[in-house]
């Protein structure tokens, strides 16, 4: 399991012991410390090219969500109503 830190407690419970001993989890750090840059990059992607962040959101508004959401995953949840449906693929 990889990027899912209440999945990986979950799986230390006693409950989930069996299943928590098959299942190897790996932290990824991939935006630790960037989230500013990957929230930046998220509403490039989705826009029009050549459109300035800051017609979009507001540099006090792109530094809340970066200091509270913590994972790409809650990054992409809150950005994801709120522009339409666009994430770009990871591929």
Known sequence: ????????NDL?????????YRATVFSLEGILGNHREYIEWLVSECTVSDTPIGEILEAEAIELLAT????????????????????????
């Open 1 to 8: 399991m990889a990027g899912h830190p209440k999945l990986k």
């Open 68 to 91: 509270a959401l913590l994972t790409p995953l809650q990054v992409e949840q809150h950005y994801d109503p709120s522009f339409g449906g666009c994430i770009p693929s990871r591929g």
């Open 12 to 20: 230390r419970r006693p409950t989930m012991e069996e299943i928590g």
